[in-house]
């Protein structure tokens, strides 16, 4: 049978991270997949993890199954970091997922089990993920105006005008923060402008929420999400705790449900029969973690410290490109690098000066110029800032 299999096309960000590693020149520079790197290079496990884990271990005394949402007390400490008290805790359904990427999965596997036909329109552009899995999905996708590669910046005239065609009952996807591959995130009065157009056409909204906290703090980078929940009837939210808690390989994650309190129930016991199609109960020890961190004050205190200082450390680092860059170009613009938010920004660089960028100068950088801000290191900016001026102006 398997010789009907035709070969896959590779995901852009993970198979840079491939021939990155197969790279042996010394000093090349790692700007593709979204990872936080520290001073040393380092993704380093959180010490407010580490705690949890040592406490988890000694205190843990059985394996057994959870359940098919995963443990309530980790869905439902999400809920309330996520959604604070924008809207009532018996609107709110939720499960534990694998990771951030498993939560738009149940979320979509939950939108196309309630409307087989619902178009999904995403962001032009967004993460390469979230095409490839509605394409696997068979669901129809649709695109709507996000990025003025001119300006830098959020378009939003095309935004609001893509946005009110959308028909009632469509699926609208939007990045809560830190947008992913552009860091140019709407500001909140935007973002009001666009709840007020997706309230009126009757869209359901699919919040990816991979990023909160790396912005501007965990309040503004949930201001979003918080407001579609609060305005919307109904708003899905994938969320990761992959990059806030650093647990990537442990696969944390949750889709969050707010919806008519009346069926809160149905969405829950739809969440889990997802759950268990899939792969029956979802990974407990990041979610236990997780759970554990922001059920302790202690924990919680540490945690949103060591948070806050790799949200300073990336938005040091834009500034700093943002300035070395000025003065190699003598131009302002790549001023936009210190104004977005988030691991990324997108450079506007054709796919030749990406090319030569990796091949002459070991520079690895997503082939839509998307760069992991947050993967760089102090000691390289000097040689990126003069090999960018060099290649792209
Ligand atoms: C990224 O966009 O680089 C991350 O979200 C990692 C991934 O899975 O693509």
């Given at each position: 049978?398997?010789e009907?299999?035709?070969?896959?096309?590779?995901?852009?960000?993970?198979?840079?991270?491939?021939?990155?590693r197969?790279?042996?020149?010394?000093?090349?520079?790692?700007?593709?997949v979204?990872?936080?790197?520290?001073s040393?290079?380092?993704?380093?496990v959180?010490?407010?993890?580490?705690?949890?884990?040592?406490?988890?271990?000694?205190?843990?005394?059985?394996?057994?199954?959870?359940a098919?949402?995963?443990?309530p007390?980790?869905v439902?400490?999400?809920?309330?970091?996520?959604?604070?008290?924008?809207?009532?805790?018996?609107?709110?359904?939720?499960?534990?997922?694998?990771?951030?990427?498993?939560?738009?999965?149940?979320?979509?596997?939950?939108?196309?089990?309630?409307?087989?036909?619902?178009?999904?329109?995403?962001?032009?552009?967004?993460?390469?993920?979230?095409?490839?899995?509605?394409?696997?999905?068979?669901?129809?996708?649709?695109?709507?105006?996000?990025?003025?590669?001119?300006?830098?910046?959020?378009?939003?005239?095309?935004?609001?005008?893509?946005l009110?065609?959308?028909?009632?009952?469509?699926v609208?996807?939007?990045?809560?923060?830190?947008?992913?591959?552009?860091?140019?995130?709407?500001?909140?009065?935007?973002?009001?402008?666009?709840?007020?157009?997706?309230?009126?056409?009757?869209?359901?909204?699919?919040?990816?929420?991979?990023?909160?906290?790396?912005?501007?703090?965990?309040?503004?980078?949930?201001?979003?999400?918080?407001?579609?929940?609060?305005?919307?009837?109904?708003?899905?939210?994938?969320?990761?705790?992959?990059?806030?808690?650093?647990?990537?390989?442990?696969?944390?994650?949750?889709?969050?449900?707010?919806?008519?309190?009346?069926?809160?129930?149905?969405v829950?016991?739809?969440?889990?029969?997802?759950?268990?199609?899939?792969?029956?109960?979802?990974?407990?020890?990041?979610?236990?973690?997780?759970?554990?961190?922001?059920?302790?004050?202690?924990?919680?205190?540490?945690?949103?410290?060591?948070?806050?200082?790799?949200?300073?450390?990336?938005?040091?680092?834009?500034?700093?490109?943002?300035?070395?860059?000025?003065?190699?170009?003598?131009?302002?613009?790549?001023?936009?690098?210190?104004?977005?938010?988030?691991?990324?920004?997108?450079?506007?660089?054709?796919?030749?000066?990406?090319?030569?960028?990796?091949?002459?100068?070991?520079?690895?950088?997503?082939g839509?110029?998307?760069?992991?801000l947050?993967?760089?290191?102090?000691?390289?900016?000097?040689?990126?800032?003069?090999?960018?001026?060099?290649?792209?102006?």
């Amino acid at each position: 049978m398997f010789e009907h299999l035709r070969e896959q096309p590779e995901d852009p960000i993970l198979a840079l991270m491939d021939r990155y590693r197969s790279d042996p020149r010394p000093g090349k520079i790692d700007l593709g997949v979204g990872v936080y790197r520290n001073s040393q290079g380092v993704t380093p496990v959180m010490l407010a993890v580490k705690s949890a884990e040592r406490q988890l271990v000694e205190a843990q005394d059985s394996k057994s199954y959870t359940a098919l949402t995963g443990d309530p007390d980790f869905v439902r400490q999400m809920a309330l970091l996520v959604l604070s008290d924008s809207v009532e805790q018996e609107r709110v359904a939720g499960a534990a997922t694998v990771g951030g990427t498993g939560a738009v999965r149940q979320g979509l596997e939950l939108i196309r089990l309630a409307r087989p036909d619902a178009v999904v329109h995403i962001p032009d552009p967004t993460w390469p993920n979230h095409r490839a899995i509605l394409g696997a999905m068979d669901m129809e996708v649709q695109t709507y105006r996000y990025f003025d590669a001119e300006a830098n910046g959020v378009d939003m005239t095309g935004m609001l005008e893509d946005l009110g065609q959308v028909a009632e009952g469509d699926v609208v996807l939007l990045h809560g923060c830190c947008h992913n591959p552009t860091g140019a995130d709407p500001s909140e009065a935007q973002w009001k402008d666009i709840v007020k157009v997706l309230k009126a056409r009757g869209a359901t909204v699919l919040v990816d929420l991979a990023y909160l906290g790396f912005g501007d703090g965990i309040e503004a980078d949930a201001f979003a999400t918080r407001l579609l929940a609060q305005q919307l009837p109904e708003v899905v939210i994938a969320v990761s705790c992959s990059k806030n808690f650093g647990l990537y390989r442990d696969r944390a994650g949750v889709v969050l449900v707010a919806g008519p309190a009346s069926q809160a129930r149905v969405v829950q016991g739809n969440l889990a029969t997802l759950n268990r199609l899939a792969y029956s109960f979802p990974a407990d020890h990041g979610a236990k973690v997780v759970e554990m961190i922001l059920s302790n004050t202690a924990l919680r205190a540490e945690w949103e410290e060591e948070l806050s200082e790799m949200r300073s450390r990336i938005n040091d680092l834009r500034e700093s490109l943002a300035e070395a860059l000025r003065v190699e170009t003598g131009s302002d613009r790549y001023g936009f690098l210190a104004a977005h938010r988030g691991m990324f920004s997108r450079m506007g660089a054709t796919p030749e000066q990406i090319a030569s960028l990796r091949e002459d100068h070991g520079i690895y950088m997503v082939g839509d110029g998307r760069m992991n801000l947050a993967g760089l290191s102090r000691e390289d900016i000097p040689r990126l800032a003069k090999a960018i001026a060099l290649v792209c102006g």
